[in-house]
């Protein structure tokens, strides 16, 4: 360990300090942030049975730590998979000096240590995107085939934003590995197929989860117009004439949405194949509309000074806050009963000042800029033939299009395609190495 020290002071310097920016966290905001999805993760984590809108990954991951009671457990371990995650950015790179860069997008970045210190999905779907993109670069044998294959089904069912890239994985790593292409794809599709077997005995329903189609009304809504649809009469209920119309997330929770005053639940078989049928008839009847929507939303990753979006009550979610309600607020009574057996008492989180304080000063200063990642996402344009660069930068430009294309822009998405993007300009920046199949 003082041997590989030595011999890279640099990021061992990034990483030290990567290091006390989390235990500030830890010991600024104890014993973790709360985001509205975290109950529902709770209650399949106690409770196991697959939610209809967000997969169990991040379920299960929380009910290895259960009989800990500690949500300050959980997120010191995924403040670990964060520093894990740089650790395996930084050793995918030959030149030291593009690795510590790379790595520091992790190791750095308010917003990333922000949230991993929130109890969502987001820091365990990294660290499985990264593993397998990392694992994918190196030579092709038949035990690395099935194991990214694996990482990336884990990934899936963490969050269905991992789907898409089994498909990229499976082009571009599977051409490299024609031998191989039949154990990578039974290691990624295996799991999923064994969780959507799973799903259907729970809700008697094809798929991973079953507000596909209640997502997609939310994407087509900021400019659908049912004067150019011309909806049929059992779709036109969804039609919204408001002038404004509210922000695209309202269209699947606030009660005023056409989708949700529906009879019965909003994401219930019927209403949900509903809302598909209507975004569909938008995108295909509006193309232009519809892919102008998913431009501005694409864009949005890339503006200067992170403007608020989509609301500030959103926005401040991901930012450390000054200080948080006694006890969070949500209408899930059962998540919040759940949680309180989970951690074995109160839930609310402690602001502890001034260390919360610094954090707050840190994040105001030290963020990823937008149009820098743009900058970073073309450097790879130069290595586009080398497939250990091509790998991470279409899954980096992947999570930042298929958000955009099928639901709604959000800042959290963004932050798993930045350490991949610079991965791929590091790569590119690098000597090429020969991959070979074993």
Not at 33 to 52: E, G, K, Q, S
Not at 72 to 79: C, M, Y
Not at 242 to 257: E, F, I, N
Request: charged share 15%.
């Amino acid at each position: 360990m003082l041997g590989w020290v030595r011999e890279n002071p640099w990021f061992t310097g990034v990483l030290g300090a990567g290091v006390l920016l989390r235990v500030l966290a830890v010991v600024g905001y104890q014993p973790a942030l709360w985001f509205p999805d975290t109950y529902t993760y709770v209650v399949t984590a106690i409770r196991p049975r697959p939610d209809l809108v967000r997969p169990a990954g991040y379920s299960f991951f929380l009910r290895l730590f259960e009989p800990f009671h500690s949500f300050g457990l959980v997120v010191v371990v995924q403040h670990a998979l964060g520093l894990a995650t740089a650790v395996l950015i930084y050793t995918a790179i030959r030149r030291k000096a593009l690795g510590v860069v790379a790595a520091a997008v992790v190791l750095l970045d308010a917003y990333q240590i922000q949230l991993e210190h929130l109890l969502v999905s987001d820091t365990l779907f990294l660290f499985l995107v990264v593993a397998a993109t990392v694992l994918a670069s190196r030579p092709v044998t038949w035990r690395a085939a099935p194991a990214v294959g694996v990482l990336l089904a884990a990934a899936t069912i963490t969050r269905t934003a991992g789907l898409p890239l089994i498909l990229v994985f499976l082009v571009l790593y599977g051409w490299r590995a024609r031998r191989l292409t039949l154990m990578f794809a039974a290691g990624a599709l295996v799991p999923v197929v064994a969780y959507g077997v799973w799903f259907h005995a729970a809700h008697d329903r094809v798929g991973l989860v079953g507000a596909n189609g209640a997502f997609l009304y939310v994407r087509v809504m900021p400019f659908a117009e049912c004067q150019v649809m011309k909806p049929p009469a059992d779709l036109a209920v969804l039609c919204d004439d408001r002038d404004p119309r509210p922000p695209a997330q309202d269209y699947v929770w606030d009660p005023t949405s056409p989708l949700v005053r529906l009879p019965g639940e909003t994401f219930a078989a019927e209403n949900d194949a509903l809302a598909q049928r209507f975004a569909l008839l938008a995108i295909t009847r509006q193309p232009g509309d519809y892919l102008a929507a998913v431009a501005r939303d694409l864009v949005r990753a890339f503006e200067p000074g992170r403007p608020v979006y989509p609301n500030p009550e959103v926005y401040a979610a991901y930012e450390f806050p000054v200080s948080v309600p006694a006890e969070p607020q949500t209408r899930d009574t059962l998540g919040v009963e759940l949680a309180r057996r989970y951690e074995n008492g109160p839930i609310s989180t402690q602001v502890i000042e001034p260390v919360a304080g610094w954090l707050r000063n840190y994040q105001s200063v030290l963020a990823l800029p937008g149009p820098l990642l743009l900058l970073v996402l073309l450097v790879p344009v130069i290595a586009m033939r080398r497939s250990d660069v091509l790998i991470p930068w279409a899954v980096a430009w992947a999570l930042l299009v298929v958000p955009a294309a099928t639901a709604v822009f959000d800042y959290r998405y963004v932050l798993p395609a930045a350490p991949l993007a610079f991965l791929a300009a590091a790569l590119a920046l690098s000597p090429a190495t020969s991959v070979k199949c074993k």
